[in-house]
């Protein structure tokens, strides 16, 4: 079965640090482009990090470039996303997302476009 399933997410103080993980199964996440998109409450879709498939090439969002590490670990199936310094834009709910068939990008960043995780919520407060 197909499942994506995020974990980590909570409650950060501003300058914290968290590890989100999006434990997978039913594929092997080395095979296909992995996401994380996040959103905030009243804000649409927003790109955060990529990985693609085979040599795990990471791209960052700007906002997050610097603060942010995304990995996989092949043998867990297993994809992350370290982030230190967060800030009062962070918050959101962070989706794991597998990219489509045969190993390419997403070409659309919407709810249609890939296969999303259910989420986990990540909130920067002190």
């Known amino acids: 079965e197909l499942q994506l399933v995020e974990s980590g997410g909570g409650l950060v103080q501003p300058g914290g640090s968290l590890r989100l993980s999006c434990a997978a199964s039913g594929f092997p996440i080395s095979n296909y482009y992995m996401y994380w998109i996040r959103q905030a409450p009243t804000k649409g879709l927003e790109w955060v990090s990529s990985?693609?498939?085979?040599?795990?090439?990471?791209l960052y969002e700007e906002s997050v470039k610097g603060r942010a590490t995304a990995s996989r670990d092949n043998a867990k199936n297993t994809l992350y996303l370290q982030m230190h310094n967060l800030k009062p834009e962070d918050p959101a709910v962070y989706y794991c997302?597998?990219?489509?068939?045969?190993?390419?990008?997403?070409?659309?960043?919407?709810?249609?476009?890939?296969?999303w995780g259910q989420g986990t919520q990540v909130t920067v407060s002190s």
């Open positions: 990985v693609s498939s085979g040599a795990g090439t990471t």
């Open positions: 997302v597998r990219g489509p068939g045969g190993g390419g990008p997403l070409t659309s960043l919407s709810r249609d476009a890939g296969y």
